[in-house]
């Protein structure tokens, strides 16, 4: 039986994070995300990523208590992808060179738009982050 409703959106990804502090600057200054809401209460930051929020819970604060921190070995997740325009690789090279993060080699790739130009980097925790030409 099929649900009474139908998907139109991904809403949030939540990341649990050691340097809340560290992490915000990372997604805020180097991939351009837009700070929507503070919930300090809660060692919670609300990144704006299009129509979509990317959350960020410090591992100390209320909501991130109760496990290990993710690392290497222990990831968030696989990888996380945001669609980037204008696609200019050489300009998007050499702004994230500012900020010490080396993209691997562009490839083709299937996603949401379809195929397109993607790249994979490496945020401050580890975490795969793919940035992909937004078509």
């Not at 919670?44 to 909501?63: E, Q």
Request: glycine share 12%; aromatic share 6%; hydrophobic share 45%.
């Amino acid at each position: 039986m099929p649900p009474p409703f139908a998907p139109v959106a991904l809403d949030h990804l939540v990341i649990r994070v050691r340097d809340l502090d560290g992490m915000e600057a990372f997604y805020r200054d180097a991939l351009g995300c837009e700070v929507a809401h503070r919930q300090e209460a809660l060692g919670l930051v609300h990144l704006r990523v299009g129509a979509s929020l990317l959350d960020l819970v410090w591992i100390g604060g209320k909501l991130g208590r109760g496990g290990e921190a993710p690392d290497q070995g222990r990831p968030n997740m696989d990888h996380l992808c945001i669609a980037v325009a204008p696609w200019d690789e050489a300009a998007i090279r050499a702004h994230l060179a500012a900020f010490g993060v080396v993209p691997d080699a562009p490839a083709e790739r299937y996603g949401a738009g379809g195929r397109a130009t993607t790249v994979y980097l490496r945020d401050p925790e580890g975490n795969a982050v793919e940035l992909r030409a937004a078509g």
